[in-house]
């Protein structure tokens, strides 16, 4: 993979390493992320992920590099994975664990001694990558400074208790996982799928992190990690191959 990378490094053509490096990222998307065994574990990327702000409450900010949560002027991220994927992934086999993992792109170091807690929570209405704001889960129109939408939202519509939490501290990076497997196996029975919202707990104390988006680094943006038992997944390992100049 690297050498094909390289053949195109010259200088004279960045936007053509520029699309090998995007390509590159989505033929490894949903991918084992070890060698197959039973049970193993495949990675999904995010289809969608955007973050809401109380103080800007009718922007969006679905095509930003990163998610941020903080306290001041309440942000809160959305993230959604694709279900058909989700079910041909597990299909023929069965769940044994699912984990929302978040790669930290920043941490701000301003939390108190003793850390603070984000929670992930199950969104429970369909929302829009590019139109959601705080007060809408779809505006119909997000360059004026009013919601435009039947049904504002205000925050979010999500199940107030989280799914899983886990302590923020100053210091902390890379990889944060949520524990998501009980809303997994809910999707998989039949409940709708509408992703899951992830904010602090206690949105009043300090604290401030930057997640990737999908649209940040490659092999940084959020990803719903599967582990499956008895088959559920391509036992072939993905090959890249030189179709033309």
Known sequence: MTLFLRMFSDRNTPVRWLALTVLTCALLAGQPLAAQGDPHAVALVADADTYLRLGHPNQTQGNGSYLRIRSSGN????VHFDQERIEAIVAGGSLVTAQLERDIESNADNWTPDGGEVGVHRVSSPWDELL???????DTDVYNSRPDCADPWDGGAFDPAPADTVLHTNGLSGWVQF???????AFLAGSTNHGWLVKKVNEGAPGMVHYSSREGACRQEPRLVLTVSDGGADATSPQLAMVAP
């Open 75 to 78: 942000n809160r991220a959305l």
């Open 132 to 138: 959601a704001t705080w007060k809408c889960a779809a």
């Open 179 to 185: 524990d998501v497997t009980a809303d997994v196996a």
